[in-house]
C-alpha cells in the first residue's frame, strides 16, 4: 500500500536550518511529481513547493523562494525539503505528497505531517 | 488572502445536501483543473475529487464536483456527521506558476 512518511520536524530558532524528509513506499516513486505543503496552528492549507518526477521542474510559494529547496533521491524513494532562514511564520505541520493527476496536478496520498516549530 | 475564495463554512441537518463554492479566476480555475479535499480533524487531507468531477477509487457517489467558468462546486448529499470537516479546493493558477489551495470551508452536520 502507498505510504509516505515525514520526518524532520522539531523545535528551532529564528534564523536556522531545517531538513524534511518524506519516505515513500508501496508505488513508484520515480515516476511521481510530489510537492510540500504546510498548515499552520488553527489555519488552512497553505502549498509550499512541487518538484517533477525527474527533478527538472520545481516551483515554490513566493514567500519561500530562495529560503526553501525541494529535492528527491529516487534511489531511497525520499522526497526532501531544506529549510533555511526559518522565520516564526513558517511554523506549521508539513505535508508531503504525491502528484496523481497527468492534468493539472492533484494530491491523493498525503503523508501525516510533521510539526515544524520556529521559535527563540 | 488565498486566490480562490471559499465561503468559511456551511450547514446542514443529516440526510440534507450541501455545496461548497470556490471562486477564482481565469489564471487558476478558468484553464486548469480542479481538485478538492476533504481534512477530518487532526488528520492529512484526503482527495475527494479530481479534474473537476472525477472521484479516486473508494470516494462515495455522495460526493460530487462541477466546474463553470472560474467557478467550482463540491457537492454534498446524505449528509453524515461523519463529513463534519473542512473542505479546500486546489488548483494551478498559469499566471502565478503556483499551486493555490482556496481558504476552506468548514462543514457542520447539525
Known amino acids: 500500500q502507498v505510504q509516505l512518511v515525514e520526518s524532520g520536524g522539531g523545535v528551532v530558532q529564528p534564523g536556522r536550518s531545517l531538513r524534511l524528509s518524506c519516505a515513500a513506499s508501496g508505488f513508484t516513486f520515480s515516476i511521481y511529481g510530489m510537492q510540500w505543503a504546510r498548515q499552520a496552528p488553527g489555519k488552512g492549507l497553505e502549498w509550499v513547493a512541487f518538484?517533477?518526477?525527474?527533478?527538472?521542474?520545481?516551483y515554490y510559494t513566493d514567500s519561500v523562494k530562495g529560503r526553501f529547496t525541494i529535492s528527491r533521491d529516487d534511489s531511497k524513494n525520499t522526497l526532501y525539503l531544506q529549510m533555511n532562514s526559518l522565520r516564526t511564520e513558517d511554523t506549521a505541520v508539513y505535508f508531503c505528497a504525491r502528484d496523481f493527476c497527468s492534468t493539472t496536478s492533484c494530491y491523493d496520498y498525503w503523508g501525516q505531517g510533521t510539526l515544524v516549530t520556529v521559535s527563540s | 488572502q488565498s486566490v480562490l475564495t471559499q465561503p468559511p463554512s456551511v450547514s446542514a441537518a443529516p440526510g440534507q445536501k450541501v455545496t461548497i463554492s470556490c471562486s477564482g479566476s481565469?489564471?487558476?480555475?478558468?484553464?486548469?483543473?480542479v481538485s478538492w479535499y476533504q481534512q477530518l480533524p487532526g488528520t492529512a487531507p484526503k482527495l475527494l475529487i479530481y479534474?473537476?468531477?472525477k472521484r479516486p477509487s473508494g470516494i462515495p457517489d455522495r460526493f460530487s464536483g462541477s466546474k463553470s467558468g472560474t467557478s467550482a462546486t463540491l457537492g454534498i448529499t446524505g449528509l453524515q456527521t461523519g463529513d463534519e470537516a473542512d473542505y479546500y479546493c486546489g488548483t494551478w493558477d498559469s499566471s502565478l506558476s503556483v499551486w493555490v489551495f482556496g481558504g476552506g470551508t468548514k462543514l457542520t452536520v447539525l
Open positions: 518538484i517533477s518526477h525527474d527533478g527538472s521542474t520545481k
Open positions: 481565469s489564471s487558476n480555475i478558468g484553464n486548469n483543473y
Open positions: 479534474d473537476n468531477d
